[in-house]
C-alpha cells in the first residue's frame, strides 16, 4: 500500500483516541475550557452516563463569530504564547474540540460581552456546518451527542452508565478544588444534583471548597500544609494517620493549579505516611504544587494528566519532608470518627421506645410531654382528691452495697486539677485489662494500652535504629550479583547510604555489584531480591527507601511483641506513665498498624446521650 496523507476527519479520530476515552475526558476537555475563559458559574449537564449527551454552559469571556471556525481546527488556541516551556492555563494544545467533533456531534453556541448577538457551529462527525447565528447568553454552552457514533467499535469498552457518571463526577470534584471562586454544577440524569457554591482564593475559602467537595469532617481530621524548598512551594492538607481510607481515590494533588495523577507525587505520599500507616490504608490528602512552570513538563501525554518535573528529587523530597514535619508538629490527634462512631454504638435503636424525640423520643425526656401532663392534670388540685390518705415516702437511698473506687489510684477521689488539664488527663479506671478510661475537664478518653505501647516502643526502636549506624554482619563469602550497567552504577552511587543501613556493597566488575555486609536485623535475607528492590527504587525516585522500610517493619514487629499485652493489669501511675508518653511522642494516636489508639468523646456528648442537652 502506498504511503499517502491521511485525511483531517482521520488524523482527528486518531487524536481522540488519546484525548477522549470516555464521557469523563469530555468533561474534562470542556470545563477547562470554561475554566479558562474566566467563568464564574459552570453549568455540566449529562445523560446516558454522558454518552447521549454532555452539556457545558459557562458565563465566561465566549468566542467572536469570526473565530468559531477556528476553534474547531486543530492545533488552534489562544491559550500558548510563542514559549512552548510558559504554559499557565489548563488547556493549550488546540486538540480537544475538533476530537471531539470528528467522533459526535458538537455544537458550540457562543456570545461575548461586546456582541449583541450569539453564533452557532456544529460539527458531526468531522463534517462542519457553516457558523449561523443564534440567541445566546454571554459565555459558551458546547453540548456533545451521541458521543463515538462515529467510531462504534469504541463503545464496546464503556462501562455501565453508573461507572461513566461516577467518573465525570469525580473530575468535576478535582477542578473543582483548585478554582474555589467558581461556581459548579453537576446536573445527573437521574436528577441528582453535584452542586459547590462558589466561595474565594483565601486560605478559609479554599479550605471552605474542599470540605464542600470532601465532607465536612475532613478540616476537623486534616493538617495543613505550607512549606518552601528553593523555588517550590507546597501547600493543603493531609489526613490525620487515624483518618485514612482503603484506596488512594481521596488523593488529589495539583501542579500550578493543574490536576495531575502523578507517579512521583504518590509515591511520595506513601513514603511520607509509611510510618503512621499500613501498606493497604491511605492518607486523604489535597496538595498544591506551585513551581515555575519552566521547570515543569505539561506537555507530556495529550490527556495532561501526567507530569515531569526538571527535578523530581527535590520536589518528592519536600514533599515528605513537609509532611512528616507536619504530622510530627501536630503531636497526637484522634480522628472524629472514631467520637461517632462511638456515639452511635451507645444511642439506642428506634425501637427501644418507639417514640420520636429527644433521647430516643421516650416521652420521660420530651419536654413537651411533661408540659402537657402538667397542664392536664395536677393530683393535688384534683377534686377527687386521689392521694389522700398516702403519705409521701421519702425517696428511697441507692443502695449497691460497698463501692470500689472508680478511681485509678484506689481510694482517692481528689485528682490533680493539672492532670485533668493534660490533653489524655487523668486515668481514672481500667477495663477488661485492656482499656484504659481516663478523664479530662471536658472529656472522657478511652485508650488502647497495647496499641499505644506499641506505638510508643515502635518510635523508640526507630530512633535507636537511625540514629547511629545500622550493626551489620559479614557474609562469609561475598555474594556477586549480576545487574544491567545501568542498576549496577545506580547501586554504586549509593553505596555510602547504604553502609549506614548496615548493606556493604561495591562494584564487582561491569554489570555486577559484590555484596559483603547484610543489616543484622534481617538475619538470612534474599541479598539478590533486595539489591534489584533497592535498583528499581533508585531508578524510580533517586531514594533507598526500600531498605529503610524492611528495617522498619522489623521494628515494627519487635514492638507489636514487645509491648504491653492485653490482659495485663496496670497499676495507676503504669496507666499514666502511658498517658504522658503519648501526648510527648509525635504520630501516638495511631498503633503501628494504623488502627487508633485512643478515642475521644467530649463531655457535650455525653450528656446528649442522656438527653441533657
Same mark, same amino acid.
Given at each position: ?262 507517579? %512521583? $507525587?504518590?509515591? !511520595? &505520599? #506513601?513514603? *511520607?505516611? +509509611?510510618?503512621?500507616?499500613? @501498606? ?37 523530597? %519536600? $514533599?515528605?519532608? !513537609? &509532611? #512528616?514535619? *507536619?504530622? +510530627?508538629?501536630?503531636?497526637? @490527634? ?280
Amino acid at each position: 500500500m502506498p504511503i499517502r496523507q491521511l485525511s483531517e476527519t482521520m488524523i482527528n479520530q486518531i487524536a481522540a483516541g488519546e484525548v477522549i476515552e470516555r464521557p469523563a475526558s469530555v468533561v474534562k476537555e470542556l470545563v477547562e475550557n470554561a475554566v479558562d475563559a474566566g467563568a464564574a458559574r459552570i453549568e455540566i449537564v449529562t445523560a446516558g452516563g454522558g454518552l447521549n449527551l454532555v452539556r457545558v454552559s459557562d458565563d465566561g469571556s465566549g468566542i467572536p463569530e469570526d473565530e468559531l471556525e477556528l476553534a474547531v481546527a486543530r492545533h488552534c488556541t489562544s491559550k500558548l504564547s510563542t514559549d512552548i516551556h510558559d504554559i499557565r492555563s489548563l488547556g493549550f494544545r488546540g486538540e480537544a474540540l475538533p476530537s471531539i467533533g470528528s467522533v459526535a456531534r458538537l455544537t458550540i453556541r457562543s456570545r461575548t460581552a461586546t456582541s449583541d448577538s450569539g453564533a452557532e457551529i456544529a460539527i458531526e462527525g468531522g463534517r462542519i456546518s457553516p457558523v449561523r447565528p443564534a440567541a445566546a447568553n454571554r459565555g459558551t454552552s458546547v453540548e456533545v451527542r451521541d458521543l463515538f457514533f462515529a467510531t462504534p467499535a469504541r463503545l464496546k469498552f464503556m462501562k455501565g452508565e453508573r461507572a461513566e457518571s461516577t467518573a465525570t463526577a469525580d473530575i468535576v470534584r478535582r477542578i473543582a478544588i483548585a478554582f474555589p471562586a467558581v461556581r459548579f454544577t453537576l446536573l445527573g440524569p437521574d436528577r441528582s444534583t453535584l452542586e459547590f457554591a462558589a466561595t474565594d482564593d483565601s486560605a478559609e475559602g479554599r479550605l471552605t471548597r474542599i470540605a464542600q467537595v470532601m465532607g465536612a469532617e475532613f478540616p476537623d481530621n486534616s493538617i495543613a500544609i505550607d512549606a518552601v524548598r528553593e523555588s517550590v512551594r507546597l501547600t493543603g492538607h493531609v489526613s490525620i494517620p487515624s483518618y485514612n481510607r482503603a484506596n488512594a481515590l481521596q488523593q488529589y494533588a495539583y501542579v500550578n493549579g493543574r490536576p495531575v495523577r502523578d507517579k %512521583l $507525587i504518590a509515591s !511520595a &505520599i #506513601r513514603g *511520607a505516611f +509509611a510510618d503512621v500507616l499500613p @501498606r493497604d490504608r491511605h492518607a486523604v490528602t489535597v496538595l498544591f504544587l506551585t513551581l515555575d512552570p519552566a521547570t515543569v513538563d505539561v506537555n507530556v501525554h495529550p490527556a495532561k494528566a501526567d507530569v515531569r518535573f526538571r527535578d523530581p528529587g527535590l520536589v518528592r523530597g %519536600l $514533599i515528605v519532608g !513537609a &509532611i #512528616r514535619e *507536619a504530622l +510530627a508538629n501536630a503531636g497526637m @490527634r484522634a480522628a472524629t470518627s472514631g467520637a461517632a462512631a462511638m456515639m452511635g454504638a451507645f444511642r439506642p435503636g428506634p425501637a427501644t421506645y418507639g417514640h420520636p424525640g429527644p433521647a430516643n423520643g421516650h416521652r420521660a425526656f420530651n419536654p413537651g410531654f411533661r408540659a402537657a401532663t402538667s397542664a392536664g392534670f395536677d393530683a393535688l388540685r384534683s377534686p377527687h382528691r386521689p392521694l389522700d390518705g398516702f403519705a409521701e415516702p421519702a425517696q428511697a437511698a441507692f443502695d449497691a452495697g460497698p463501692l470500689a473506687s472508680a478511681d485509678s489510684r484506689g481510694g482517692h477521689g481528689e485528682v490533680a486539677e493539672e492532670l485533668l488539664q493534660a490533653q489524655l488527663g487523668a486515668a481514672r479506671a481500667q477495663v477488661h485489662e485492656n482499656y484504659i478510661v481516663a478523664q479530662t475537664h471536658d472529656s472522657l478518653i478511652i485508650v488502647d494500652q497495647h496499641a499505644a505501647h506499641e506505638r510508643l516502643v515502635y518510635e523508640a526502636l526507630k530512633q535507636a535504629l537511625h540514629s547511629r549506624p545500622v550493626p551489620a554482619q559479614m557474609l562469609l563469602l561475598p555474594e556477586i550479583i549480576d545487574l544491567p550497567e545501568d542498576d549496577a552504577a545506580r547501586i554504586a552511587a549509593h553505596a555510602d547510604m547504604l553502609r549506614k543501613f548496615g548493606l556493604g556493597v561495591e562494584r564487582f566488575g561491569p554489570g555486577a555489584v559484590a555484596v559483603r555486609e547484610t543489616p543484622s536485623m534481617l538475619g538470612e535475607t534474599n541479598v539478590a531480591a533486595l539489591i534489584r528492590d533497592l535498583a528499581d527504587e533508585i531508578a524510580d525516585n533517586d531514594t533507598t527507601d526500600t531498605l529503610k522500610d524492611r528495617l522498619d517493619r522489623i521494628a515494627a514487629t519487635m514492638a507489636c511483641h514487645g509491648s504491653v499485652r492485653s490482659g495485663r493489669r496496670l497499676k495507676p501511675e503504669e496507666m499514666n506513665a502511658l498517658l504522658r508518653q503519648m501526648e510527648a511522642t509525635p504520630g501516638s494516636g495511631t498503633c503501628n498498624h494504623g488502627r487508633p489508639t485512643y478515642i475521644e468523646l467530649k463531655l457535650a456528648d455525653i450528656e446528649r446521650l442522656f438527653g441533657r442537652r
